[in-house]
């Protein structure tokens, strides 16, 4: 069947079968803390509960106590060295302030406000980046203004609300990049997202969904990818993901999106590709969900890790009510929901790999060998390592390359099966090498498909396409003078 050419995105994701998929969801601790925070890097989570705030980490997987912060926007860094939160203020118990906590002392640091105070807030830490020097918020001038802040060590705490037009104007930090470049929140004032350059020391306003109205409608940014390029939040009942190039994208809500259910988009990979959130009216009926690129709307988490191979997403959790964070590469989920034993706890997801699968069947050469394709690694977008598509028994010291193309097939062609659908797409020629003297098998072939996914050179190559490969060689004995080899099935992961 010709999947990879005839079905959607969404649905090709379901007609793979389980085998060729991994995922798994992890419970963090029930009745104990929510997981508020991942780092970039996806080793480590912040969490919050009994007025304290927790963080998790790979090399130690259970939670671990602060000894002090409060809140629900507990966040952490790489390697979980910082994390943010807010405390009571040692100087004054009476009010609350954001705070840095430091791994190698133990301590909790208050970090200076702008001045004024509401009720018992100073200021309110909700983001960090993921080296852990640059915190972003909300801190109050006066009892009725607030301005969003960032706090960095070496120039304290900064007010990056001034741009707004004039004096009475109130403004939230939400996000802060990984790198601490760019931020994200909104004009509290007028409920309009924006995006700063913390390093220009400017901002601009997102746009809004509203219908008539998308210049100075309503929205509201909660997520900024690693690199600060996206940008996600909620406008008009809808859950938008927003970049420069594209403009705000509405992402919908699991159903009907309108009053009484919204969608909400928490957090974004750095290449814009997976968003996660939640949908609902609140935290009480909130469900989680996913939007990856090629889907037209948001699914519920539940669903889209049961239909790609995590049935442990209903077996052991009544429902997902939360996804608050995303790793970098889009593979790593927090959040919270209620477990089985009708708990409250806090989940750590690795999202399904869809893995490479051989098919076909390659024709045998003029040494009476079986060219054979085989594979290491697995197609993304972001994974700095080599998807390594290989072929062996093949003849020695001949020319031979690999081609593509985005559907299966197992047509005959030049005495043996061409396994992809044309039209396909050939890559650089290799040679087989394996030796010069008499005529063997001991060739090979070897290509790095993540290398050339990077390289741009084909920009159809995005997350969620499925390709098919196969390798074409020379042999000169043969009738006709060539090879081929099995192929190669994969989805190209985040």
Known sequence: MNFFATLSVPALLLALPAAAQSGSIVGLGASFARASGI??????????????TYYWTTTFPAWQST????????????????????????????????????????????????????????????????????????????AGEAHAFKWTPAGGTVDIGLWLPGPGWSSRANAVSADGRFAAGLNTNTQRAIRWDLTAGTGQYLGSLEPGNTTFGASTAYGISANGTWVVGTSSYNAFRWSTATGMQSLGAIGVAGFGNAG??????????VVVGWSGTNFINSQAFIWREGMTN???????????????????????????????????????????????EGF????????????????????????????????????NQPFQISCSNVL????GLLFYGFGQSAAPFQGGFLCVQPPTVRTSV???????????????????????????????LVVGTGCAAQFWMRDPAATPTTGLSNAVGFLINP
């Open 298 to 344: 948001v699914e519920k988490l539940q669903d889209y890790l049961l239909n790609n191979g995590v049935p442990t997403a209903y077996s052991q959790w009544q429902v997902l009510k939360f996804a608050s964070d995303i790793s970098a590469d889009g593979r790593y989920v927090v959040g919270w929901g209620t477990n089985i034993n009708n708990q409250s």
């Open 264 to 273: 909400y988009a928490t957090a974004v990979s750095a290449d814009g590709k």
């Open 348 to 383: 750590r997801i690795e999202l399904p790999v869809f893995q490479p699968q051989s098919y076909c069947t390659g024709k045998v050469n003029s040494q009476g060998c079986t060219p054979a394709i085989a594979f290491t690694g697995y197609a993304s977008m972001t994974l």
């Open 39 to 52: 780092s970039p890097d996806g080793n480590a989570i912040a969490g919050y509960g009994s007025n304290q």
């Open 396 to 399: 020695n010291d001949k020319s």
């Open 67 to 142: 000894g002090d912060g409060r809140g629900s926007e507990s966040k952490v860094s790489n390697g979980a060295a910082f994390l943010s939160a807010d405390i009571y203020d040692p100087n004054n118990v009476n009010r609350t302030t954001a705070a840095r906590w430091e791994a190698t002392t133990g301590l909790w640091t208050p970090l200076p406000g702008l001045g004024g105070v509401s009720g018992s807030s100073v200021s309110t830490a909700y983001d960090l980046s993921g080296d852990g020097q640059t915190v972003v918020g909300l801190a109050w001038k006066t």
């Open 430 to 460: 290799q040679n087989s090498g394996g030796g010069t003297g008499l005529p063997s098998c001991l060739g090979s072939y070897s290509f790095d498909f993540n290398a050339y996914i990077r390289s741009g050179y084909d920009t159809r």
